[in-house]
């Protein structure tokens, strides 16, 4: 028998065909072709912490690196009960310990929910760009449920009921991602309540990605979990605000009524990844312990990314851009409509086409609003503002009163590749 080399896509499962990397991986990728050619590179497309791990969790992690043995599935329950203490500290949520999943990130975690969880996924956008794909790779349907510049792309609860009315007795899972990937904003506390009351009458679990919620420049942050705490998954990690991306270590936090979820996910768990790394999850006792120096750190890192991402808002705005105001993370999501003339005369008549030509002219990587669900012919993209050294901020910002702002001369002397993307960026939409 001879193996095919042609028109193999036969052979593949109809579920993942056509199905291409990552955006996100795959813009990373380039940027890092493009500079090993010798090109200047902007890299806002990646959404990786700037800022290190902090200190006591790296020595925790060195501390515990010849731990070699396979850990419980579900994960270690000292990590599972320091999960637990930490939302009940930081989110005001009651967790039983038994009801936390540990896995090697919550991407892992979220694609193994689809695979157990026989329903529609409903999906808010612009939204992360590794929902929906997940979703289609394991068969489930999928409703994009269209949000609006005007309402800061929040989703409206009047548009939510909208969306169960039909079929309303369908199995549905809505993920509400708060502060969002990718516009940066976040939901207030009666609009939480409102979607809660519709998901809770209609049956619909929520799960809520809550994985930039320590990173809230206010430092304060409300889960739509504790409105409808018996129908609520909380998905965190220590990818976001711990810097620690590359550990892969996520977690799932589930009430009772839905710990047969979390026992089936479990249970597939079992029979792929086995258990998440040992010496990760010791360090990750650490982390979820909190403690004053990692206070501090969190206080810093959230004015740095505040201070720039304001700046960054203030800066497209005075380029005619439109972009909602972040509230926490490190994302902004402008609109170039009101250069759509200008851009359709240079060619560009997508967001795909503005993001290419953006790189292509300026150096600046960025990933186009398509990705996140939205229509490709909306002159969206995403910026990921962390293309500066995160420790040498640290370090600065340690240094400057809390009273004193982290003005133009600040930010440019530490977070100076990420301004000088903004301006490229700008003077590329002034000469068109």
């Not at 289609?136 to 169960?164: C, H, K, M, S």
């Not at 809505?174 to 209609?202: C, F, K, M, Q, W």
């Not at 890192?301 to 909602?324: N, S, Y």
Request: proline residues 6%.
């Amino acid at each position: 028998m001879s193996y095919p080399h042609d028109h193999t896509t036969a052979l593949l499962s109809p579920t993942v065909r056509g199905l291409e990397p990552s955006p996100t991986v795959a813009t990373n990728e380039r940027c890092e072709q493009l500079r090993a050619e010798g090109r200047e590179i902007f890299k806002l497309g990646l959404g990786q912490s700037p800022f290190p791990v902090p200190p006591s969790v790296v020595e925790a992690l060195r501390a515990h690196a010849h731990r070699r043995e396979y850990m419980a599935v579900k994960g270690l329950w000292a990590l599972r009960e320091e999960v637990s203490a930490h939302h009940r500290r930081r989110l005001g949520i009651s967790v039983h310990p038994d009801h936390v999943l540990i896995g090697p990130g919550s991407k892992e975690l979220m694609f193994l929910l689809q695979v157990v969880f026989a329903g529609e996924l409903l999906l808010p956008t612009p939204a992360w760009v590794s929902y929906e794909p997940q979703a289609r790779i394991v068969g489930r349907g999928v409703r994009l449920l269209q949000t609006r510049i005007e309402d800061e792309y929040r989703l409206l609860p009047e548009d939510f009921e909208r969306a169960l009315a039909r079929d309303p007795q369908r199995p549905r899972v809505l993920i509400l991602n708060d502060p969002s990937n990718p516009t940066g904003v976040s939901y207030d506390d009666d609009h939480l309540a409102r979607l809660a009351e519709i998901a809770g009458r209609h049956g619909v679990i929520l799960l809520a990605d809550e994985i930039y919620s320590d990173l809230r420049f206010t430092g304060e942050h409300r889960s739509i979990a504790r409105h409808l705490p018996q129908g609520t998954i909380v998905s965190g990690g220590l990818s976001k605000w711990c810097g620690a991306g590359g550990w892969r270590l996520g977690t799932f936090a589930a009430p009772p009524s839905l710990g047969w979820l979390i026992e089936a996910m479990a249970a597939v768990a079992s029979e792929t990844f086995t258990s998440t790394s040992a010496p990760i999850q010791m360090a990750a006792i650490r982390a979820f312990q909190g403690g004053t120096d990692l206070e501090l750190y969190l206080r810093d890192a959230r004015r740095i990314l505040a201070a720039l991402g304001g700046w960054i808002t203030a800066r497209l705005r005075r380029a005619d851009l439109r972009v909602c105001e972040a509230a926490g993370g490190f994302y902004l999501f402008p609109d170039f409509s009101a250069h759509a003339a200008a851009l359709a005369a240079r060619g560009i008549h997508s967001s795909d086409a503005l993001c290419r030509q953006l790189l292509e002219d300026t150096g600046v990587a960025t990933l186009p609003g398509s990705v996140f669900g939205r229509p490709p012919e909306e002159l969206t993209l995403r910026l990921a503002f962390v293309d500066f050294d995160g420790a040498r901020a640290l370090t600065a910002v340690e240094h400057r009163p809390q009273a004193e702002p982290l003005d133009d001369a600040w930010l440019t002397e530490h977070c100076g590749a990420v301004v000088a993307a903004i301006e490229r960026l700008t003077r590329w939409l002034a000469a068109g």
